[in-house]
């Protein structure tokens, strides 16, 4: 059993918490091998290496975002460009924004924070893969188990007003309102992101803590499109996130502003022949009828009853 030992928060005075522990136990959700958690690295590591040829380029200012589109079979990077800078990134399917990025499925069937080989999983009822991590400069980072964190989500202007007392228009969330406007899309569309470069995990008390990004000009992170997206990126107001943002200790936005960097973003396409093997993902097969075999449904006027 773990040990009760005793600390002065969070809560009342006496308040104990149970030291860390690691546990040593298998994987909830495991497919066979060949199976969709057991992607094909040799076809990956050949996107990766194979010649690209770039499509689009830009660079997202400091506390902004911005919207573009993908094509299935490119590769997206994400590219430190002057500093470490975090960035919250949303995709949807580009023909159908219902399906979307799930972060919490994602979460269990990978990992708690995405590397090489990871993929992002969309919405039910499609749950699929949308995309395939091909690319992470920081994969061998002595603290990578703990960096593109998909256990927090966006910052935004309601849980700042609920505990900082004041309006700011340029958290992640709102920034990435803005970025998808323009494409027909709204706030609720907003969805759970990776936040890209983030260095966050859990602390002894099992609460959420950020730290300071560790990313240096030149990291990058890209993964390969294996549906037609929408992706939309915030360069989050804390920039780094070496000053804290909220409680006794939070600097001020303009000191936060400090610690910003603009991140880069590139898309290549790749050659015919690379992706000659592959084919873009199918929803899922389930068959829809949620537990209602046999069952007759309630007739509309006039019509006959229907069995299920």
């Excluded at 859990?202 to 609460?207: F, M, Q, V």
């Excluded at 396409?269 to 449904?297: C, F, K, N």
Aim: with cysteine; aromatic share 8%.
């Amino acid at each position: 059993m773990s040990a009760e030992i005793p600390t002065g928060a969070p809560g009342a005075p006496g308040h104990s918490v149970r030291t860390s522990r690691t546990y040593n136990q298998p994987a909830a959700y495991q497919s066979a091998p060949g199976g969709p958690l057991d992607p094909d690295r040799s076809f990956y590591d050949a996107v990766a290496a194979a010649e690209r040829t770039l499509t689009q380029e830009f660079e997202i200012p400091v506390r902004s975002g911005h919207a573009w589109e993908v094509k299935a079979g490119s590769i997206v990077r994400i590219n430190a460009v002057q500093g470490p800078q975090v960035g919250d990134l949303n995709l949807w399917n580009l023909h159908n924004p219902r399906e979307r990025f799930w972060a919490a499925r994602t979460r269990q069937l990978q990992r708690a924070s995405m590397t090489t080989y990871d993929r992002f999983w969309s919405t039910l009822p499609h749950l699929r893969p949308m995309a395939t991590v091909v690319g992470d400069s920081l994969a061998d980072h002595p603290d990578a188990e703990v960096i593109h964190d998909l256990l927090g989500t966006r910052c935004d202007p309601y849980v700042n007003r609920m505990l900082a007392g004041a309006d700011f228009d340029y958290h992640c969330h709102s920034n990435l309102t803005r970025a998808i406007m323009g494409h027909g899309l709204t706030e609720s569309d907003v969805h759970d992101v990776l936040n890209v470069f983030q260095f966050a995990g859990l602390n002894e008390n099992r609460e959420y803590f950020m730290d300071t990004c560790p990313t240096q000009p030149g990291d990058y992170f890209e993964f390969f499109a294996e549906t037609d997206l929408l992706c939309a990126l915030s360069t989050c107001p804390g920039g780094d996130l070496s000053v804290h943002m909220w409680g006794p200790e939070a600097a001020s936005t303009e000191e936060q502003l400090e610690h910003c960097h603009p991140l880069g973003v590139q898309v290549f396409s790749l050659a015919p022949e690379v992706l000659d093997a592959w084919r873009p993902p199918e929803p899922a097969q389930y068959r829809g009828r949620r537990g209602r075999h046999g069952l007759v449904a309630a007739p509309h006027p006039g019509r006959s009853p229907q069995r299920l």
